[in-house]
């Protein structure tokens, strides 16, 4: 075995190796003190492993993004380890260096992904048509017990903090308005302000935030769960339509309890201004009542109630997709879990204010 060594040419600027090189062999490296190295010559190097080509390479070029020296002298196959090493510790480097990118390419990137999402949810709709059209010719293929499951999962679970979320919105709103109102002496005009704001947009928006974090979130968990375990695989196997079995029950179980789910935060919203309303403002019980009877329109009603169903399909229709397009890995799982309350929100902020721009044209 012959030593290791090295010696720095300043003529030619080349770090000149010779003997055996491996991973022992570093403290033959010369001290070149921040000196470029434009040539690696290896025409005294009898051995060379994969350490001793990393040893030397990082020797020639102490950063990663230094040129490559001019290989000379090398046996062919110590040119062919050293080109190896130089190639992989250049896409380790690339990999682990931040990508730092500005205004305009994280805004395409960012737009582009949203088409993206656009582009996917509109073929997934058309999917899920063709599979429901199958479905209406023959019943028998519904899967009644799955969208029974579904309904408890998504309406009933979901009660107790529609109803408590709600009530205090409504005690949060009927104060605030009443603070306000009592220093014209329209005590009794909260009554009319709240009841436009609870059934308008604080309850169906509220409700469709709710299930978008509680519901849609599940169902995507749920789902790509599923096709990590091979579970979508063994229901297609068994001559089953995944959509059928795992997407329409959800689908319907949302259309139905996101209206009723809305119509108890109504009632809870106005059962928290009705508390406040008697604390603060003393409107008695039967005076809010009467004057809820007074100025109580159906429309106003029947506006909020429209909306949960448009915001239950977007929802349902986001998580399923999101739940179908995880990959085989766990960190998919969370990344579209995630993206579906993101995209989930977002749809619903858009359709409410596409909602308030078109009840305004048609004066409702």
């Known amino acids: 075995m012959t030593e290791a060594h090295a010696h720095f040419d300043e003529a030619d600027d080349a770090l000149i ?7 022992g062999t570093a403290p033959a490296l010369p001290r070149l003190g921040g000196k470029t190295v434009r040539v690696l010559d290896g025409a005294g190097i009898t051995r060379l492993d994969i350490n001793g080509a990393w040893l030397l390479l990082t020797a020639a070029r102490p950063q990663a993004g230094d040129p490559m020296p001019e290989l000379r002298a ?21 990999q682990a260096e931040p990508q730092c ?12 992904a949203m088409w993206g999402h656009v582009v996917g949810l509109i073929g997934f709709i058309g999917h899920l048509f063709v599979e429901l059209m199958a479905l209406m010719g023959h019943p028998g293929r519904w899967r009644w017990r799955e969208f029974g ?9 979901a009660i107790p903090i529609v ?9 949060v709103f009927a104060y605030l308005l009443g603070d306000q109102a009592q220093q014209y002496g329209a005590n009794i005009f909260v009554v009319d302000g709240l009841l436009l704001a609870i059934l308008r947009e604080i309850s169906p928006v509220i409700v469709a935030v709710l299930v978008a974090g509680r519901t849609g979130a599940a169902i995507t968990a749920q789902i790509g769960t599923m096709k990590i375990t091979e579970e979508i695989d ?11 079995v795992l997407v329409i029950p959800r689908i319907v179980a949302l259309l139905l309890a996101m209206p009723l789910l809305v119509f108890i935060g109504d009632i809870a919203g106005i059962a928290g201004g009705m508390v406040i309303a008697q604390e603060q403002l003393d409107i008695s019980r039967h005076m809010f009542i009467d004057r809820m009877v007074d100025v109580i329109l159906p429309k106003t009603l029947l506006v909020g109630l429209l909306k949960a169903p448009v915001f239950a399909l977007f929802i349902a229709l986001i998580a399923c997709r999101m739940g179908l397009s995880v990959t085989r890995d766990a960190r998919s799982v969370g990344a579209n879990t995630t993206s579906t309350v993101v995209q989930s929100l977002v749809a619903i902020i858009i359709l ?5 721009v078109m009840f305004v044209k048609l004066e409702i």
Not at 74 to 94: G, I, K
Not at 149 to 157: H, R, T
Not at 163 to 171: E, I, K, N, T
């Open 17 to 23: 190796a010779s003997g055996d090189w491996h991973a």
């Open 74 to 94: 090398f046996q062919p196959q110590h040119r062919a380890m050293l080109q190896l090493v130089a190639q992989h510790s250049a896409a380790t480097a690339a």
């Open 101 to 112: 990118e500005g205004v305009r390419e994280a805004t395409g990137r960012g737009t582009l």
């Open 149 to 157: 499951a579904q309904v408890s999962s998504v309406f009933v679970g």
């Open 163 to 171: 109803a408590g979320m709600l009530f205090l919105l409504g005690v």
């Open 234 to 244: 063994a229901i297609a196997t068994l001559g089953l339509s995944p959509l059928a």
């Open 352 to 356: 409410n204010a596409i909602f308030a």
